[in-house]
């Protein structure tokens, strides 16, 4: 196989969720302008403006609804991926959000909702993809873990569990499904100039230490994971499975 057609999604039906803006957005752009038609998993269907765009490349895409908060929405939707595309092959399950809290004062509620969207939809949207993938023997999961996973943060106590349960669950699934053909890997993002750390962003003196700390020099952009996220999603990562990929500019080397 020439080294262009291992990264060649054309012909492969991705699902994303988190793809109305930040990380899971620029994923689902990059599977779509790497051939994948792409259905993109999101709470709210109204706004057509991303999915015209990827429409625009060629691609089929469709939106479609699923709030990762609600367990039963998470449980349907791969199903309907399938009625509507014919099958799936590619998962990213993207969705995530932060609580940040000092740990004595950490409500409970707010860790019920971050355990909630950062691991349990993304370990029953998992597990689906997995039924419809390994009988079949074939099919990409791409998770996505944190430094969290390795680190434990500061403040975010529910955020470090779940990633940190991501991280197990890569291999977890690795260890079952890679004989199968299932390829199960997550990417690791450092920090990220995203919504999601606005607050850090806003914070002159934690926005600088953070970025000295960095050995790139910079916060990463949604746009740095493409490349990774398209390695895992095609055929170049055959043999790659159960493994953490680390796109944080070299902040756990450090």
Known sequence: MQTSAMFDLTGRVAAVTGSSRGIGRAIARGLAEAGADVALLQRSTEDTGFRDE??????????????????????????????????????????????????????????????????????????????VMVPRGSGKIV?????????????????????????????????????????????????VATDMNAALLADETRNRQISERIPAGRWATPEDFVGPAVFLASDASAYVHGHLLAVDGGWLGR
């Open 54 to 131: 990827l429409r625009a490349l060629g691609r089929r895409c469709e939106l479609v609804r699923c709030d990762v908060a609600d367990n039963d929405q998470v449980r349907g939707v791969v199903p309907e991926v399938v009625d509507r595309f014919g099958t799936l092959d590619v998962l990213v399950p993207s969705a995530g959000v932060q609580h940040r809290e000092p740990s004595v004062d950490f409500v409970e509620d707010a860790w019920d909702h971050v355990l909630q969207v950062n691991l349990k939809s993304v370990w029953l949207l998992a597990q689906a993809a997995g039924r």
């Open 143 to 191: 998770l996505i873990a944190s430094v969290t996973t390795f680190q434990g943060g500061f403040t975010v106590p529910a955020y470090a569990a779940a990633k940190g349960a991501v991280g197990q669950l890569t291999k977890a699934l690795a260890n079952e499904w890679a004989a199968a053909g299932v390829n199960v890997n997550a990417l690791v993002p450092g920090y």
